[in-house]
């Protein structure tokens, strides 16, 4: 009959090779993602809020040009004395300054505490514009950027702190407060140089 047919018919000829037809099934049948759910979708995103925000916070990282391993803060404390008086010989700080460094240690690490203890005449510790509205606003809190110390005052203190900051590092992150220093630095005047330039 016409429409006779065996039952092999289907299967002579040249057989297909296996690539070409996994090629034509993908063809078909592209692989479709399965959509993540609501948790995984919030969770992805705040992995990478995250990793931005430690990305940008590593950015103010900082590790001293004099900072070593291991150094104890008593070394550091010499060498920063040591420091500080070849800046004056040299004029990088006013002649007549005199400054205590001291060191100190506790359970939740150690600081440096450098305190001013002598100015030479010439430099004026107090903002005049500050000790002006203290007097005649006694009462009222002084205006955003009025600072206690005159320019000259201010500038000395950042001298000293980057002489300081030289021999530490900060991999702290204030955002999640964790704080992670070599040692606590405080610069500041002494009661006597404070009462003497009021």
Partial sequence: MNGDYKEDDFTTGPKPK????????????PPQEEPLSGPVRAYQAALCTEM???????????????YVQ?????????????????????????KGLKCSVRIARYAGGQS????VT???????????ARVLFDKT???RPHPAG????SDEATQLVAKLEKLA?????????SMTDYWDVNFYLHVEFSFAVRQATK
């Fill in 18 to 29: 296996l690539a070409e037809v996994i090629t034509l099934a993908d063809r078909r049948s």
């Fill in 137 to 139: 606003h006694p009462h």
């Fill in 165 to 173: 900051n030289a021999y530490n590092y900060d991999r702290s992150d």
């Fill in 70 to 94: 291991g150094r104890d803060v008593a070394e550091v404390a010499r060498l920063l004395r040591a420091d500080i008086a070849e800046a004056i010989r040299m004029s990088e700080l006013p």
């Fill in 146 to 149: 009025m600072g206690l110390y």
């Fill in 52 to 66: 931005d925000r430690q990305r940008e916070q590593s950015k103010h990282h900082t590790i001293g040009a004099k």
């Fill in 112 to 115: 440096l505490n450098l305190e």
């Fill in 118 to 128: 002598a100015l030479p005449a010439e430099l004026a510790l107090a903002n005049p």
